[in-house]
């Protein structure tokens, strides 16, 4: 018997319009599971920057609002302290919040806003053309970086959750992975923590998420799963670095 999964009510009808073997879509579908499972879906509002994470306003079924570049958090914050009685997340990548958005992120989960923050890692820029993005690993290959990223000119990639971590405020914090069934089981946990904490009015709450990029990899879709596993996992450790409300520091 053949098996359909029923869709979220948070996503529209639309199909997804992502690369094929990009991650974007069981991100998406994951935060949208949460978001019916704990009633959100009136009270919801989302926020998308520049980058590929600019067509999530296709794809979810209730408000959302577009950034500029790297100020996602800027427009969450404002938009949670304007609307109290709404809830806020995010949904930013890598060269988007880790590069052009430091400051924001950074002050963002400093001040412990109350919001919800979903990091795409792809190590990558995606859609731009795939050049060095603050996550690229040492001696990966990009359009800026044809020689690989070099250590002593470029710096090493930034351990964003790590960063996040070092801040006083932030309520919860973990990075997961979408790069096997089981991981996004795990994955779908922590998001729907992240928004059960922000519905509850913890505070600021952060999931990374390491996924791939197939096209500006320049791998298939199934060889770039198999790459991120043993070159981004041993860099970027999945784990909650944060729990206030299980006692995890």
């Known amino acids: 018997m053949e098996i ?15 690369c094929p073997g990009c991650l974007h879509g069981v991100a998406h579908r994951l935060i949208a599971e949460a978001v019916d499972e704990l009633g959100l879906n009136d009270v919801m509002t989302g926020v998308a ?11 979810f079924d209730f408000d959302m609002a577009q950034a500029a570049h790297g100020r996602a958090p800027a427009v969450a914050t404002g938009i949670k302290r304007a609307r109290p009685n709404m809830h806020v997340f995010t949904y930013q990548g890598d060269g988007d919040l880790a590069a052009i958005g430091t400051a924001e992120i950074v002050h963002a989960a400093n001040r412990g806003e109350h919001m919800s ?3 795409v890692n792809n190590a990558i820029y995606g859609m731009t053309g795939g050049q060095m993005a603050p996550t690229t690993l040492p001696e990966m290959k990009t359009t800026t970086s ?12 930034i351990r964003v959750s ?13 990075r997961v992975s979408l790069l096997t069934p089981a991981d996004i089981i795990k994955a779908k946990k922590a998001v729907k923590k992240a928004l059960l904490y922000n519905k509850e009015g913890r505070g600021f709450t952060f999931v ?9 990899w320049g791998i298939d879709p199934l060889k770039s799963r198999e790459w991120a596993k043993e070159n981004m ?15 995890v520091e």
């Open 49 to 59: 920057p520049v980058g590929c994470s600019v067509f999530a306003y296709k794809f």
């Open 146 to 157: 044809p020689y690989g990223r070099k250590t002593d000119d470029i710096g090493f990639p």
């Open 162 to 174: 790590e960063l996040i971590n070092s801040l006083i405020a932030p309520y919860y914090i973990e």
């Open 208 to 216: 990374e998420f390491i996924s791939t990029c197939p096209t500006n």
């Open 233 to 247: 996992l041993p860099f970027f450790k999945v784990g909650c670095l944060r729990d206030k409300g299980e006692g």
């Open 117 to 119: 923050v979903f990091f």
């Open 4 to 18: 359909i999964a029923q869709r979220p009510k948070a996503l529209t009808k639309l199909s997804f319009t992502y």
